[in-house]
């Protein structure tokens, strides 16, 4: 695992990237503790990492390795790169630490992440299981395979592992109960990219009795690696890869590290293998906070939800973890997933909760007024912008589950669908 001390990755960084250059003008490279470096905001980190010459986050040429594009739902697609030895040393890292994660000797995994497009999920998590000190057997499937065909790959090689993000899995598991399909034994299934919600959880659990789902780890493509899970962790947790990354938890306002477990903060990240593109306490876009006291190794924190991606309706934004929470709360288990679809007529915008079930309730309308009820007592400043006529009503749509959008790049669910720019003359 090709690792260098903080002191290394910083003083690179300062003296061949411009980026660095200037965000570390006070800085003494060789007298200084992490605290003391200033955090990296996004948006201007991401304004210097461009394509092409004008790149001033790069501390040199790329000559060898790999280059990735971020899946991200909104904003313009960032580019991140890898030296060949960077990249090894990554996917590396990431398998040798799934042997904490009870895969087991014998386990045939079927890999229905994304590829291609620049997409790295289905190689990072081809080359870990490579890596992964237990043998198991690689079935390469991609994201972009049929339900069909995954099913028959499982039968013929005796399949039992799978690993994907939650909005295939369930589309698989659609496909499998409804073809009454009950031959297959998958045993465990390994999610990434995004949330598996509890009423998701209950849906795959029913087609496969006593599957056990969890995180096949925590990293990003711009980020890095953040976090493994063994055993220990329960939903949303995950430990640090100790000597390869550190995991800061930071005072939303001040900035400040949070010490004390239970108090929730911003998560910034260090990498200490990358040098070709620094990553120095870097935002990873959650919020999180500690489990285990400090100084505990390999330290467990928990994974709360999104610091941005806010769904902007007038002068209210609402948080798809938040909404997720009331739907939950009134829908009991029918709902699969669902969509936040922002619009603008008659000079107001206007909010529709698109919802994803196997089939509409009897009582859907009482229902929707339920949702909608809900939202207002959770944001009160919903209610307060309709009353005074800022915006619409809310609404709710009820419809298929496969017919919630989906980014065809990477197959993540579109959580927020802004239409207000579709139109030209709105821009």
Known sequence: MQTHPLK??????????????????????????????????????WEANCTGSENRVLTGAVRDGIIFKSGGTTGSPKHSYYS???????????GRFQEHNGFQPGDVVANIFYAGELYSSFLFLHEAMRACPVSVTLLPLAGN????????????FQGNVILGIPTEIVVFAEYVTKNGINDLRVERIYFGGESFYSDQKDFVQSVFPGVRICSIGYASVDAGLLGFCDQTCKANEHRPFDGHNIIEILDEQTKE???????????????????????????????????????????????????????????????PDDVRRVLDDVLSGLLHDFQLKVEHSEQKDSLTLVLGVDAIPPNSRELSESIIQALYKQREHLL??????????????????????????TGKRIRILDKRFD???SV
């Open 8 to 45: 290394a990755v910083v003083a690179t960084a300062k003296s061949l990237s411009p980026y660095y250059r200037d965000l570390y003008t006070i800085i003494d490279p060789a007298e200084f503790s992490l605290p003391d470096l200033p955090v990296v905001e996004s948006k201007s980190f």
């Open 84 to 94: 060949k030895a960077e990249w090894d040393s990554m996917s590396g890292c990431f």
């Open 145 to 156: 395979a049929s339900p069909e065909l995954i099913t028959r790959t499982m039968l013929d």
């Open 257 to 319: 590290p949070i010490e004390d477990a239970g108090q929730p903060g911003i998560l910034y990240t260090t990498n200490l293998s990358r040098l070709l593109m620094p990553v120095i306490r870097y935002p990873v876009g959650d919020r999180g906070v500690w489990v285990d006291p400090p100084g505990t190794p390999f330290r467990r924190f928990k994974v709360l939800g999104r610091t941005e991606a806010g769904a902007r309706i007038g002068t209210v934004t609402l948080y």
């Open 384 to 409: 307060h912008e309709y009353v005074a006529g800022h915006i619409h009503s809310p609404r709710v749509k009820w419809g298929a589950f496969k017919e919630l959008k989906i980014n065809p790049r």
């Open 423 to 425: 139109d030209p003359a």
